[in-house]
């Protein structure tokens, strides 16, 4: 079945359980879906768009309840919507780095960040990861010492990530949000792998600014996202344009400088207002998710060579298994050599994971029903035990 | 050509999603149980009701 004239329908998610590490937090919900059928035109949420014309203040559709809602929801002052996490971490970072400023990251911090501390001219510098690839508060205070040093001031803004993208590990925010404020560096929490499916409570945590992404965790359209700051910075991050035209002497009103005037204009924006609702229930339902992912976790450690990368116990849905003394003993004498594990997942109707992967690979299992989370556990040791793996557990 | 068929025709969509979003929970093998197969019984039921409406105000 075709869309248009090439585009295959994407069916994916009826057909079967998605394990994808980056898919599964944002799979819309029924009301963000039917939000998508009457919000697709382009500048759909603009029907209603009056003085002083800014998206935020739109009260048809109430983008502007939502935005406060939004706030609330992370226990920060001010909110905006922005074009995936990406553009938070750009509009903090517009703000307050300078060329040749250093800015504290980490040896697990996704690769956007390292762009938008490049994007203004900033030093990127990492804080070193624990062997049990833990980002703690001990090694954050290690480096912000080490940076004064060498840089003769503290670092500009440090970002800290709640879970990493590569293990989906915890690390310890609060504790190094307390070592940047002890040093006066504010802290971007990013939360693309927290907000939308765990509680989130940014000035619980100590953060300046909260990061979400809601295309990975809060079932909406990509790319959106949502920026959440305190009062104080809101002042900085969200400023608005004093630029005056030099030959018609236009000005343009309240529009913020960092969020290019208006975000998200349609269906990215509908779409995550209509999961809202939904999401903010869930947040309360993380236990029950984690459980779910450790019982999948554990029937794969029943298959005997299994490794797990990630810290135990598990904390997040998002997993890195290594499997190389399990499946891809198979892969090396199988017919279809290391493709053989994502076919037979195929065949049992789970998808998501990279295809050839037999050695190392990641999968989320965030959002199965506990029906869809028992038959993923009991595929996964099927086709080990099909393929004469032991499983002992 | 109403406002009515277009009612309609939003309604029927949203009808068809509720009946996706079933298909995803149950996904891959699709057994539904007693509550959702009755669920979707008046999700069908809805839905030829808003087919009609759509086949009178466009088409009789």
């Given at each position: 079945m075709?869309?248009?004239?090439?585009?295959?329908?994407?069916?994916?998610?009826?057909?079967?359980?998605n394990?994808?590490?980056?898919?599964?937090?944002?799979?819309?919900?029924?009301d963000?879906?039917?939000?998508?059928?009457?919000?697709?035109?382009?500048?759909?949420v603009?029907d209603?768009?009056?003085?002083?014309?800014?998206?935020?203040?739109?009260?048809s559709?109430?983008?502007?309840?939502?935005?406060?809602?939004?706030?609330?929801f992370?226990?920060m002052?001010?909110?905006r919507?922005?074009?995936?996490?990406?553009?938070?971490?750009?509009?903090?970072?517009?703000?307050?780095?300078?060329?040749g400023?250093?800015?504290?990251?980490?040896?697990?911090?996704?690769?956007?960040?390292?762009?938008?501390?490049?994007?203004?001219?900033?030093?990127?510098?990492?804080i070193?990861?624990?062997?049990?690839n833990?980002?703690?508060?001990?090694?954050?205070g290690e480096?912000?010492?080490?940076v004064?040093?060498e840089?003769?001031?503290?670092?500009?803004?440090?970002?800290?990530?709640?879970?990493?993208y590569?293990?989906?590990n915890?690390?310890?925010?609060k504790?190094?949000?307390?070592?940047a404020k002890?040093?006066?560096?504010?802290?971007?929490?990013?939360g693309?792998?927290?907000?939308?499916i765990?509680?989130?409570?940014?000035?619980?945590?100590?953060?300046?600014?909260?990061?979400?992404?809601?295309?990975?965790?809060?079932a909406?359209?990509?790319?959106?996202?949502?920026?959440?700051?305190?009062?104080e910075?809101a002042?900085?991050?969200?400023r608005?344009?004093k630029?005056?035209a030099?030959?018609?002497?236009r000005?343009?009103?309240?529009?913020?400088?960092?969020?290019?005037g208006?975000?998200?204009?349609?269906v990215?924006?509908?779409g995550?207002?209509?999961?809202?609702?939904?999401v903010r229930?869930?947040?309360?339902?993380?236990?029950h998710?984690?459980?779910?992912?450790?019982?999948?976790?554990?029937?794969?450690?029943?298959?005997?060579?299994?490794?797990l990368?990630?810290?135990?116990?598990?904390?997040?849905?998002?997993?890195?298994?290594?499997?190389?003394?399990?499946?891809?003993?198979?892969?090396?004498?199988?017919?279809k050599?290391?493709?053989?594990?994502?076919?037979?997942?195929?065949?049992?109707?789970?998808a998501?994971?990279?295809?050839?992967?037999?050695?190392?690979?990641?999968?989320?299992?965030?959002?199965?029903?506990?029906a869809?989370?028992?038959y993923?556990?009991?595929?996964?040791?099927d086709?080990a035990?099909?393929?004469?793996?032991?499983?002992?557990? | 050509?109403?406002?009515?068929?277009?009612?309609?025709?939003f309604?029927?969509?949203?009808?068809?999603t509720?009946l996706?979003?079933?298909l995803?929970?149950?996904a891959?093998?699709?057994?539904l149980?007693?509550?959702?197969?009755?669920i979707?019984?008046?999700?069908?039921?809805?839905?030829?009701?808003?087919?009609n409406?759509?086949?009178?105000e466009?088409?009789?």
């Amino acid at each position: 079945m075709k869309c248009g004239l090439s585009i295959d329908v994407r069916d994916i998610d009826e057909i079967a359980i998605n394990i994808d590490p980056i898919q599964v937090g944002g799979r819309l919900t029924a009301d963000a879906m039917k939000a998508v059928i009457a919000y697709g035109d382009g500048y759909s949420v603009c029907d209603n768009c009056r003085k002083p014309n800014r998206l935020d203040m739109i009260k048809s559709p109430p983008i502007d309840a939502f935005h406060r809602d939004l706030a609330t929801f992370l226990n920060m002052d001010e909110a905006r919507v922005v074009p995936g996490a990406r553009r938070g971490f750009q509009a903090v970072a517009g703000t307050y780095i300078e060329k040749g400023d250093p800015v504290l990251l980490t040896a697990l911090s996704h690769y956007t960040e390292f762009l938008s501390v490049e994007a203004y001219g900033g030093i990127p510098l990492e804080i070193q990861k624990s062997p049990e690839n833990i980002i703690t508060a001990d090694a954050a205070g290690e480096k912000i010492d080490s940076v004064q040093r060498e840089y003769g001031q503290p670092p500009k803004l440090l970002y800290i990530d709640h879970f990493d993208y590569q293990f989906g590990n915890e690390h310890e925010v609060k504790g190094i949000i307390k070592v940047a404020k002890q040093n006066d560096i504010p802290v971007l929490y990013n939360g693309a792998y927290t907000v939308g499916i765990m509680p989130v409570d940014g000035r619980e945590l100590g953060a300046d600014f909260v990061v979400g992404s809601a295309h990975k965790s809060m079932a909406s359209p990509a790319p959106s996202g949502v920026l959440a700051v305190t009062k104080e910075r809101a002042e900085e991050v969200f400023r608005t344009t004093k630029a005056q035209a030099d030959l018609t002497k236009r000005t343009f009103g309240i529009k913020e400088v960092e969020m290019m005037g208006c975000t998200l204009m349609g269906v990215t924006l509908v779409g995550m207002m209509a999961s809202f609702p939904h999401v903010r229930e869930r947040v309360k339902h993380w236990e029950h998710h984690l459980s779910n992912g450790r019982m999948i976790v554990d029937a794969l450690l029943a298959i005997d060579g299994t490794v797990l990368k990630s810290e135990n116990p598990r904390k997040h849905t998002l997993t890195r298994i290594d499997t190389t003394g399990s499946f891809d003993t198979v892969a090396r004498t199988h017919k279809k050599r290391g493709f053989f594990l994502t076919s037979a997942l195929r065949e049992k109707g789970i998808a998501g994971t990279i295809p050839g992967a037999t050695k190392v690979w990641k999968f989320n299992t965030y959002g199965m029903t506990d029906a869809q989370a028992h038959y993923t556990a009991k595929a996964f040791q099927d086709i080990a035990l099909l393929n004469g793996l032991h499983v002992s557990r | 050509m109403s406002k009515r068929a277009v009612d309609s025709i939003f309604q029927a969509m949203f009808l068809l999603t509720d009946l996706r979003v079933i298909l995803r929970d149950t996904a891959p093998v699709h057994e539904l149980d007693e509550d959702q197969r009755a669920i979707v019984a008046r999700t069908i039921a809805a839905l030829e009701e808003q087919v009609n409406v759509i086949r009178k105000e466009m088409v009789e």
